[in-house]
């Protein structure tokens, strides 16, 4: 099971930082994390691949790392825009897991 | 650019089949994984299912083993789901998605209903 923050309040400019654990243990490189954006009516939108690599769309306030034992997706100068479900993917040896996202809002 | 467009989608009844395609281009399809994922109204991305590079490895989640098939023709650069005795609980979005960097098609509605 992948975990994540069900829900995060981030002020306008503010920073905000999204988290991504695992019930079977650490979540690592290995497990090549995604971070994956997705707007109301909108497909979804990769942002971070591989832990920390951003697409050409990624906005540079958008950044992916480890922390701890999780994947962590931070949000430098959150804008309104940014208002969006967020939701980590990890590799499990072929199989892929979703977390369940977590409702980002942005006051 | 890298394009996936999904086709198949519509109403079915529960028992019923669908066969979704994803028409790949912009990349070189035969280097990639490929993934279904959907999302039911109102939940959370699903990934369903998946296929590595020349289709010998696939995988399933449990709740579609037996009822799903994927399947790829690296020449025709498509990607596809054959969904079998379907059920109200799979009345989905289902979209197609690259592995290595994630790109996303838009999306193909299945309705199942009777």
């Known amino acids: 099971v992948v975990t994540q923050e069900p829900s995060l309040t981030v002020s306008s400019g503010g920073t905000v930082t999204l988290t991504c654990g695992s019930s079977t243990g650490a979540v690592t490189r290995g497990l090549s994390p995604y971070w994956i954006q997705q707007k109301p009516g909108q497909a979804p939108r990769t942002l971070i691949y591989d832990t920390t690599n951003k697409h050409s769309w990624t906005p540079a306030r958008f950044s992916g790392s480890l922390l701890g034992d999780k994947a962590a997706l931070t949000l430098s100068g959150a804008q309104p825009e940014d208002e969006a479900a967020y939701y980590c993917?990890?590799?499990?040896?072929?199989?892929?897991?979703f977390g369940g996202g977590t409702k980002l809002t942005v006051l | 650019e890298v394009q996936m467009v999904e086709s198949g989608g519509g109403l079915v009844q529960p028992g019923g089949s669908l066969r979704l395609s994803c028409a790949a281009s912009?990349?070189?399809?035969?280097?990639?994984?490929m993934h279904w994922v959907r999302q039911a109204p109102g939940k959370g991305l699903e990934w369903v299912a998946n296929?590595?590079?020349?289709?010998?490895?696939?995988y399933y989640v449990d709740s579609v083993k037996g009822r799903f098939t994927v399947s790829r023709d690296n020449a025709k650069n498509s990607f596809y789901l054959q969904m079998d005795n379907l059920r109200g609980e799979d009345t989905a979005i289902y979209y197609c998605?690259?592995?290595?960097?994630?790109?996303w098609g838009q999306g193909t509605l299945v309705t199942v209903t009777s």
């Open positions: 296929a590595n590079q020349d289709g010998s490895e696939k």
């Open positions: 993917m990890v590799s499990d040896s072929g199989p892929r897991v």
């Open positions: 912009g990349f070189t399809f035969s280097h990639y994984w």
């Open positions: 998605h690259r592995g290595g960097g994630g790109y």
